[in-house]
C-alpha cells in the first residue's frame, strides 16, 4: 500500500500569500493530522480531523484553517504568510485497531517565506 | 499541556556501538511512538509503545507506564542510523489524537 502522500514537496512564497497544502492518507484511514516543524525543534500539533470532522485544534492562529474531503484527503491552508510561517508542515493519518492508533506521516512539504 | 523531556540532547558513537536514548513524560499517556527522522524530514515509524517492551531487530524500545518514561535502545549502531530520534505521546483522557513531541536526540554514527 502507498503512504501518506504531500504535495507539494517544496513551496515558495513571499509574505502576505495565502498558501494551500495538500494530503492523501494511506487508504483505509480515515484521520489526518497536521503538524508545523520549524527548524531544530519537534513537529507541533495544529489539526486533527476524523471523518471531516475537526478533533482538535493545536495553538496556532486562525490564519490556519483546514478541512477534510469524502475521500479522507485534507488541505491545510495558510493566510497572510509570514516569515515564521517558513516550516516543514507533515501530514500524519492513522487507523484505530482497538485500542492502537498508530500515525503514520508522509514527507512533508517545505514551505520558505521570504 | 503534556510535557516530553528526551536525553541527551546529542549523541556521536563509534559505528558498533550501543545507546539508550530516554523519552520522559509528565502525565499519562494513550499513545507513546518513537520515530527516526532521516536527513530528507521523513519520520520513520520505529515503535508504537504505550507500555511494555518491543524488539524489531537491532532496536527494542520499553516504557514504564507507571513511572512515566520511555528508553530506545539501539545495538551494534551502523551509520544509516544517524539522524534525530523524537518520542511523541498522546495525553490520555482528552478525546484529541494529538502527538506531543519531544525535542529530539540527535545521533551521529562515525564509521
Known amino acids: 500500500d502507498a503512504g501518506v502522500t504531500q504535495s507539494p514537496t517544496h513551496l515558495i512564497k513571499t509574505r502576505g500569500q495565502q498558501v494551500t497544502l495538500r494530503c492523501s492518507p494511506i487508504s483505509g484511514h480515515k484521520s489526518v493530522s497536521w503538524y508545523q516543524q520549524v527548524l531544530g525543534q519537534g513537529p507541533q500539533f495544529i489539526f486533527q480531523y476524523y471523518e471531516k470532522e475537526e478533533r482538535g485544534r493545536g495553538n496556532f492562529p486562525d490564519r490556519f484553517s483546514a478541512r477534510q474531503f469524502p475521500n479522507y484527503s485534507s488541505e491545510l491552508n495558510v493566510n497572510a504568510l509570514l516569515l515564521g510561517d517558513s516550516a516543514l508542515y507533515l501530514c500524519?493519518?492513522?487507523?484505530?485497531?482497538?485500542?492502537?492508533?498508530?500515525?503514520?506521516f508522509g514527507p512533508g512539504t517545505r514551505l520558505l517565506v521570504l | 499541556g503534556i510535557q516530553v523531556e528526551q536525553s541527551p540532547p546529542d549523541l556521536i558513537l563509534q559505528e558498533g556501538a550501543n545507546s539508550t536514548l530516554r523519552c520522559n513524560f509528565s502525565d499519562s499517556v494513550n499513545n507513546l511512538q518513537w520515530f527516526h527522522q532521516n536527513p530528507w524530514g521523513q519520520l520513520i515509524n520505529l515503535f508504537y509503545i504505550p507500555s511494555g517492551t518491543k524488539q524489531n531487530g537491532r532496536l527494542s524500545a520499553t516504557t514504564v507506564a507507571t513511572e512515566r518514561y520511555s528508553l530506545l535502545y539501539i545495538s551494534s549502531s551502523q551509520t544509516t542510523d544517524s539522524g534525530v530520534y523524537f518520542c511523541a505521546v498522546e495525553r490520555a483522557n482528552t478525546g484529541r489524537r494529538a502527538l506531543t513531541f519531544g525535542s529530539g536526540t540527535r545521533l551521529q554514527v562515525q564509521p
Open positions: 500524519a493519518s492513522s487507523l484505530r485497531r482497538g485500542r492502537e492508533e498508530t500515525q503514520y
